[in-house]
Every structure is written in structure tokens, then in C-alpha cells.
């Protein structure tokens, strides 16, 4: 069993920036895939970016790439998101996520997920 807990959403005009953390409880040694996606009122889940212990590696959708960046600090089991040059589009609930399985797929399939942390972002 694996426990996740997100922080650091919050409301930002167009442009800024917002670190998004995730600390995970549990079996942590077993994680294969960790990453992050969102969802936005009326739309579909998003798969926004995942790191991969497993061969290692990184996924980034095609919207976020060169703004956001996925990182992981393993002695405090603690996941990353850095989101910079933020825009109105990438408003959204975003949830952490977590599989022990490998090959794990999209981060919305996973095993475990957290409670999710708001981004709003307006311009």
C-alpha cells in the first residue's frame, strides 16, 4: 500500500509559477512510476508528466513541455512538479499518482492517487 499527499496548489495570474510537492507513505521501495495528472471541469484526464525508477526516464505531455519540470528527492520520498510560465489553460485539480507495476501506463491508471491540489491560474 502506498499513501499520497499532495500540496503547494493555489491561484496565480498567467505567467507565474507553482511548486507542487507529493509525499508518499507505504511501500514506497516498491514504486515503479510516479508522476502527475489533472483534470479540468468538462474535460478529460490528463496525463501530465511521470518519472520512472524503473530504466528511469521522464513523460511530459506536448502542452507542458519546456514549462513544467518533474523531479523526485527519494530520501524525503517526496515528488516534484515544477510548474513555471503558467497559463489560464493549465487550470485544473492535480492529483498525484503511483503504480508498483511495471509498464504502468498513464499516470490516471494508476494504483494510487492522492486527494488532489487545485492550480487555478487566471490571466
Known amino acids: 500500500q502506498v499513501q499520497l499527499v499532495e500540496s503547494g496548489g493555489g491561484s496565480v495570474q498567467a505567467g507565474g509559477s507553482l511548486r507542487l510537492s507529493c509525499a508518499a507513505f507505504?511501500?514506497?521501495?516498491?514504486?515503479?512510476?510516479m508522476g502527475w495528472f489533472r483534470q479540468a471541469p468538462g474535460k478529460e484526464r490528463e496525463g501530465v508528466a511521470s518519472?520512472?525508477?524503473?530504466?528511469?526516464?521522464?513523460y511530459y505531455t506536448d502542452p507542458v513541455k519546456g514549462r513544467f519540470t518533474i523531479s523526485q528527492d527519494n530520501a524525503k520520498n517526496t515528488l516534484y512538479l515544477q510548474m513555471n510560465s503558467l497559463k489560464p489553460e493549465d487550470t485544473a485539480m492535480y492529483y498525484c499518482?503511483?503504480?508498483?507495476?511495471?509498464?504502468?501506463?498513464?499516470?490516471?491508471?494508476?494504483?494510487?492517487r492522492g486527494q488532489g491540489t487545485q492550480v487555478t491560474v487566471s490571466s
Open positions: 507505504g511501500d514506497t521501495y516498491s514504486i515503479n512510476c
Open positions: 518519472i520512472y525508477t524503473s530504466g528511469g526516464g521522464t
Open positions: 499518482a503511483a503504480d508498483l507495476r511495471w509498464p504502468c501506463g498513464m499516470a490516471y491508471t494508476w494504483q494510487y
